[in-house]
């Protein structure tokens, strides 16, 4: 991860808004929904963690596009898929990379999409790369997020650290899963200090 600076900020990463605290005392687990894809690896681990602490999960597929979770899958048709639709060229300049034009990765950004525009609060689990972008398709999920001014935090596996988007930067910052909807993604390549992230943070949040 040559390149990548991260900010500090110990209090802020102490600190939640009203709001949050009061979602975080208030609400019960199962108010709580966890939107994402199931894919293995880390979205595999955040539907299990879910399920342990009695979180709603919901899980975005479409035909021949394979999840390592089965539980509370929603297939999308194509014309649903086509709501997230954007071009690769947009998606390309963004990201600081190519990608290929072929249906399937477009129907895999396309996915993302509904991921995130149903989970407010975005959490993800991957590389945070020099152009403070993140690698691979976890990225286009952590740019969107961007766009539509979400909380975004994302565990680093090259640092093994959270950080926080904030003023355009990553900052250090450990987070708690504070909004009643929520989108959990990353990497399928998880480690095992990944996993445990994901792991912990669920126990900060629900135990």
């Known amino acids: 991860m040559a390149g990548f600076i991260p900010k500090t900020a110990p209090e802020i990463s102490k600190t939640l808004d009203k709001g949050q605290k009061g979602a975080v005392k208030t609400m019960s687990n199962t108010e709580y929904s966890l939107y994402s894809g199931g894919l293995r690896g880390a979205e595999e681990t955040f539907g299990g963690c879910a399920e342990k602490f009695g979180i709603n999960e919901i899980n975005f597929s479409f035909e021949e596009h394979k999840c390592a979770r089965n539980k509370n899958v929603t297939m999308l048709s194509d ?32 996915l993302i999409f509904h991921m995130v525009n149903k989970g407010y609060q975005v959490i993800a689990v991957g590389w ?80």
């Open 128 to 207: 945070i790369q020099a152009d403070k972008t993140v690698k691979g398709g976890t990225g286009w999920g952590v740019e969107l997020a961007k766009f539509f001014n979400r909380p975004i935090h994302v565990f680093d596996q090259e640092t093994n650290k959270w950080y926080a988007w904030d003023n355009n930067e990553w900052t250090e910052n450990e987070p708690v899963i504070s909004h009643k909807t929520f989108c959990g993604t990353g990497t399928r390549n998880l480690s095992d200090e990944g996993k445990k992230a994901i792991q912990d943070l669920f126990s900060r949040s629900f135990a």
């Open 79 to 110: 014309d649903e898929l086509k709501k997230g639709n954007i071009s690769m060229e947009i998606v390309s300049e963004r990201m600081g990379r190519r990608y290929a034009k072929g249906n399937k990765i477009r129907k895999v950004f396309q």
